[in-house]
């Protein structure tokens, strides 16, 4: 396989840009998360995208924001709604797209998927597919920070629902406890699958949560990309400083929880309102009011997108799947005496042998 | 009463099998994650809380530990819970208060507490899904005295073993085939189950016995079909039972066959087929005529949809290995 396609590194400080290039590179992201995620959607009815997919759609404002107030040495620590965080990191399209594919130019090599993307090139130390379990490990990186005395900060994003399972709070309580430079970010997006936050939180106020652990937090409309990322800002400034912190974005799930969830819990009036309140189009609408995007620019950023996305596909399409010969490929990181790698089709162990047929000649390879 | 038969799903006789044990005991309770309004990922609780209320069929936010640690509290105090975990791999969280609490809870009082607790956990593969989606951790739970960890194989004994391991003074680990989940039969709805820890001959033969449980029951049958038109005649045997092990009626079938290969979807490393083999060894050493294989999933984790195939048993794997004991 060719050296696989790595993630630029943003330039430690960038050109200082106006507020309205940085209102217009927010909208150009968003976008670019929004026809991904439309693509990714096909990309799944078409059977090219295998387990779960779990999409942004609707939540690209909160996504861009947060994204945008790292340094490019932080971390983040992502659920398995993790698409957009990896494009918004600066992780090609193309090297996403072929990770949703299960291909072999994708972040992870075709074995991580939708839920696991991971690329430590990026400091995306991944999705994860069990609810919370991010949260400890986004807050040992922090305490491996505070520990050596770096300037990073981590940045750990959850849903509305994760914080109902004990390793949010024993999380919490740690970085608390320890002054971990951490921010847990908690996407709101109102439910957790079928689940409301006020079904399932005594504390539907989640940002409150922090309270219990001395923790100050922020409650922030997750449909506004600049609240987001000023929000995001003053959180990173006070993770830095040796204090975590909780930002709570609000914000909606324009689709069902998965690409199969046909969002049954959801009314059909529901369903319009939430497509009438469209956080992509009511930030166009902003821009387009305060004379920063025009229609041609509009539509410029959108050709760009779908090229991007479609280059994105052709790429995933392109790149070869697994072989089966890996698939005992980096269990350990040693190798292990003993270790069983008989593949699929080689003789069974311990099977005797055939007659006429000598055991070494039954040895895997 | 005339027996009353349905042509229904896995799923549909699991649904059926707790609505009969909600209606007949007050006591029966329902916990898990969407289980109410939504009905479950796989939809196996599908209408139970419109037709018996919120306070029976209960929705509960996303905690694992939590859920299984209050059914324990409710089973100690008369309560029958029954909880769903979404996917085998999400257990993890509450295997703290299975293995440290739920298995232990009657021995430790000797015998003053029993906790009648039903643990449903739909695995195994071949769904498309990934890891946390598709795995086999039964063996986990078998490893812990204290624990029942039973399987159905058919939509019959999933309606039958549910009602059983409900009434089970003892807790139960109820794995679910999700990619069984479909397939459908006729059921008979007046049906008892025969016992919760009774292996099934689930097809008769002389040459050589199948072992499997859950899912791979069904690959066994097909294999069975398919050395039956080589002439080979395979008894298959459905443990129905992971713990405790119905040894007798596996000694038993190898007594006379002589030979035993053991499938299943769970890594073959420490699992149920080791275990099986040990005991065959054990009660009819004289009578094998060769060593007992394992076909099962491998010492890797389970791998991305694409490869599932290769990782699980599948036919070809299950006859290549029938092949192989007979060829001794
Ligand atoms: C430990 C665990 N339990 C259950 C699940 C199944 N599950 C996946 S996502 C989800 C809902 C999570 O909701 P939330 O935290 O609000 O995140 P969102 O999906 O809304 O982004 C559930 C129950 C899981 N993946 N892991
Ligand atoms: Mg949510």
Redesign the interface.
């Known amino acids: 396989m060719s050296a696989r396609p790595k993630t630029p590194r943003p330039p430690k400080s960038a050109a200082p840009c106006k507020d309205e290039d940085i209102a217009l590179a927010f909208y150009r992201q968003m976008v670019l998360i929004r026809r991904f995620e439309e693509r990714a959607a096909r990309g799944y009815a078409e059977a090219k995208i ?3 997919c779990h999409l942004n759609l609707g939540e690209e404002a909160t996504v861009v924001g947060l994204m945008a107030a790292l340094q490019p040495d932080d971390y983040v620590y992502a659920s398995y709604r993790d698409h957009g965080y990896a494009l918004a990191r600066g992780i090609s399209p193309e090297r996403v797209m072929a990770e949703l594919y ?1 291909r072999t130019d994708g972040v992870s090599k ?2 991580g ?1 939708s ?1 696991h993307l991971f690329d430590v090139d990026a400091r995306l130390m991944g999705g994860y ?4 379990g991010q949260v400890p490990l986004a807050t040992g990186a922090a305490l491996a920070v505070a520990h050596r005395g770096g300037a990073e900060a981590v940045l750990c994003q959850m849903g509305d ?2 914080t ?4 949010f709070h024993e999380s919490l309580n740690l970085a608390s406890l320890w002054d971990l430079p951490i921010v847990f970010v908690v996407s709101n997006n109102g439910l ?4 409301t936050v006020e ?3 005594a504390e539907p106020d989640l940002f409150k949560r922090a309270s219990a652990y001395r923790m100050a937090s922020e409650r922030v409309d997750g449909n506004d990309p600049v609240a987001v990322h000023a929000a995001a800002l003053r959180a990173l400034t006070h993770a830095r400083s040796g204090k975590p912190f909780l930002l709570e974005t609000v914000t909606e799930r324009l689709k069902g929880h998965s690409v199969v969830d046909p969002a ?2 959801r009314t059909r009036e529901q369903k319009a309102q939430l497509l009438a309140g469209d956080a992509l189009s009511a930030y166009a609408a902003r821009l387009t009011e305060r004379a920063i995007l025009t229609d041609d620019a509009t539509r410029e950023i959108d050709e760009a997108a779908m090229a991007a996305v479609d280059a994105s596909v052709r790429f995933a399409d392109a790149s070869a ?2 072989a ?1 010969s890996t ?2 490929d980096y ?1 350990y990181a040693t190798a292990v005496p003993n ?2 790698r ?4 080689q ?2 162990f ?3 042998a ?2 006429g047929e000598t055991m070494s000649e039954k040895a895997p390879a | 009463m005339s027996p009353t038969t349905e042509r229904i799903t896995l799923a549909k006789a699991i649904n059926l099998g707790m609505r009969r044990a909600l209606e007949q005991d007050p006591k029966v309770m329902l916990m898990g994650e969407d289980i109410g309004k939504l009905g479950g990922v796989f939809r196996v609780t599908d209408g139970l809380q419109k037709d018996f209320g919120p306070d029976r069929v209960v929705d509960t936010p996303l905690a694992e530990s939590g859920i299984v640690g209050t059914a324990i509290g409710l089973a100690l105090r008369g309560y029958r819970p029954v909880c769903e975990i979404q996917f085998d791999g999400f257990i993890f969280p509450a295997f703290d208060q299975i293995t440290t609490q739920l298995a232990k809870m009657h021995y430790r009082s000797r015998g003053r507490l029993q906790l009648p607790v039903v643990i449903r956990v739909p695995f195994g593969g071949g769904i498309g899904a990934v890891e946390h989606h598709s795995e086999s951790p039964e063996v986990l739970f078998a490893h812990t005295a204290g624990l029942r960890v039973v399987s159905p194989a058919t939509p019959g004994d999933a309606f039958t073993m549910i009602q059983e391991a409900i009434a089970s003074p003892d807790p139960v680990l109820f794995f679910e085939p999700k990619g069984r989940y479909w397939d459908k039969a006729e059921v008979d709805l007046d049906a008892v189950g025969g016992g919760l820890d009774k292996a099934r001959v689930a097809r008769r033969g002389n040459d050589l016995t199948l072992v499997a449980h859950g899912p791979t029951v069904t690959t066994a049958l097909k294999a069975a079909e398919a050395a039956a038109a080589d002439g080979t005649s395979i008894e298959v045997i459905d443990l129905r039972s992971i713990s405790p092990l119905d040894t007798a009626t596996v000694a038993e079938s190898v007594r006379r066959t002589g030979r035993c290969v053991v499938v299943h979807e769970a890594p073959v490393l420490y699992g149920t087929g080791g275990e099986v083999a040990a005991r065959i060894t054990e009660e009819c050493f004289f009578h094998l005529e060769a060593p007992v294989l394992r076909v099962g999933g491998f010492h890797a984790p389970y791998p991305v949809a694409r490869l599932e195939h290769e990782y699980l048993p599948s036919l070809d794997r299950v006859l290549d290995a029938v092949d192989r004991t007979l060829a001794v």
């Open positions: 295998g387990g779960y299960g075709g074995w998927g839920m597919g069990i609810v919370g629902g994760t109902n399972i004990g390793a957790g699958m079928g689940t079904g399932s939180s049954g819990y799947h697994p089966t698939l005992f269990t270790d069983s008989r593949l699929p089709g003789p069974l311990p099977a005797a055939r007659p």
